[in-house]
């Protein structure tokens, strides 16, 4: 799968395997959890529910933290908010990761097959491809189910990552190098 990475990961050598992501509900347990995360892992930071200065302060917090452990920080915004902040990437719609900005990390969202042809075709370095299980947050929601995520995941021209309902457990049971989770990682 390496040749199928773009010049920034291949730059960077690996894509991490496991993914920490970041939310209002997992925010008290987030530095226990990152430094619970193998080395080299990654974190992708949301928190859209603080205000633009809180929302700082927290990233800044959790950097360091980050930063220790040999973690890659990937931030749920511009790409110019990205670079002030000193984040490794990106994470977002693959629209929203348009255009590309050299030097960073794109990680973009996918549903289905189409989705994940249009984050090639735009640029992402990899993409994370959901609802693989049922999840909290989009209770009741349509998943795709270990077969069908299998299917898309083989077919993408890029690096997938699992994210939906993901626990250790179900990682080992789907068989994908590449996951993430928010509940999940963070209990």
Known sequence: MAALYSAPVARAKTLPGLW?????????????????LPRGSGLIYR???????ERLARFRA???IARAR??????ADS????????????????????PRRAGLLHLATAH????????????ADAALLSPVF??????????????????????????VIALGGMTHRRAR???WPRWAAIDGLSR
């Open 79 to 98: 790409a110019l908010t990205a670079r002030e902040w000193g984040a490794d990437g990106i994470y977002g719609s693959p629209r929203a990761l348009w």
């Open 70 to 75: 040999g973690h890659r920080i990937v931030l």
């Open 62 to 64: 959790l950097r360091r």
């Open 134 to 159: 049922a999840t909290r947050s989009h209770p009741g929601g349509k998943v795709l189910g270990p077969v069908r995520f299998g299917l898309l995941a083989r077919q993408s021209p890029i690096p």
């Open 173 to 175: 049971a789907l068989g």
């Open 112 to 123: 289905d097959l189409a989705e994940l042809a249009l984050a090639a075709r735009l640029g």
């Open 20 to 36: 920490l992501i970041s939310d209002a509900r997992n925010d008290a347990r987030l530095e226990g959890a990152l430094a619970a």
């Open 47 to 53: 928190h859209y529910h603080l205000a633009g200065p």
